[in-house]
């Protein structure tokens, strides 16, 4: 993963993808991974060396270039500024050499044992199936809707969805409070009425519900905090400026306009 920044030969590890942290680099990778569904099982060198006061950073970009034109055109990633990432001089020959004694160690069959995963998948099956009963209570609230309407309801949305959007679009914590447990993805606008609901059939007996959910209509907030958001904003007639302040709403648009960027590559 990437180097730049880190001065820390000793904080180098040999790890599992989706136990990488503090590493640019390493987000927007695991970011496209989950996206089709890899969390986990990729081998990489990565520093867990944190950032902090009077350590390198991002270098300012030159005024000269933005006179040059849209410069965000040229970013790897979108509102990825294209600015100079410093880099200590000895620490990609550092990241070099532990890659190259990792594949000699593999290929040699030496024992190596990797630093352990995080073992989420049953946090995330259980986040799924919060947003599918969701889902289903929106489907039912229609006007007119008969009560079994939400039975064999598709939701678009896979584990490894979850897992971008809890761990990297909103860093593991919820977007109201921070708190990093219990946490769970709800529908952060109300739809309109009957919108949700996408019915295909063979115009004999079969039929096709699914919900027309996408990335950027989800949100990571506790358990508690979502069960009163679907009851006083999914449910019922408040705003979300009437249970929210403008910081966590202006927060929740910037992570919206992440995910739909990012959805392109689902």
């Known amino acids: 993963m990437g180097a730049g920044t880190k001065s820390d030969p000793t904080k180098i590890v040999v790890g599992d993808i989706g136990t990488s942290t503090d590493d640019g680099l390493s987000r927007a990778t695991r970011r496209r991974l989950k996206l089709v569904g890899v969390t986990a099982g990729i081998p990489v060198v990565y520093s867990t060396e944190k950032m902090g006061e009077g350590k390198a950073a991002l ?14 055109d040229l970013g790897p990633l979108p509102d990825f500024r294209v600015r100079i990432l410093p880099v200590l001089g000895t620490m990609p020959a550092v990241f070099g050499y532990t890659v190259a004694n990792h594949i000699i160690l593999k290929i040699t069959g030496y024992p190596l044992e990797y630093a352990q995963g995080k073992a989420r998948d049953k946090m995330y099956d259980g986040i799924l199936a919060f947003v599918q009963s969701s889902e289903e209570k ?126 392109q590559y689902r």
């Open 59 to 72: 270098l300012p970009l030159p005024d000269e270039e933005f006179q040059k034109g849209s410069v965000g």
């Open 138 to 263: 929106i489907v039912r609230a229609s006007p007119g809707a008969p009560s079994d309407i939400g039975v064999g309801l598709k939701v678009p949305i896979t584990t490894g969805d979850i897992a971008f959007l809890v761990e990297e679009l909103y860093r593991g914590r919820s977007v109201v409070t921070g708190i990093p447990t219990k946490l769970v993805l709800v529908r952060w606008q109300k739809p309109a009425a009957g919108s949700t609901l996408v019915r295909i059939s063979d115009g004999e007996t079969t039929e096709q519900k699914s919900s027309n959910l996408k990335l950027r209509d989800l949100v990571c907030m506790t358990k508690d905090e979502a069960t009163r958001h679907q009851k006083e904003v999914l449910q019922g007639d408040k705003t979300l400026a009437d249970l929210y302040g403008p910081e966590v709403i202006e927060l929740v648009e910037r992570r919206q306009k992440e995910a739909g960027a990012y959805e």
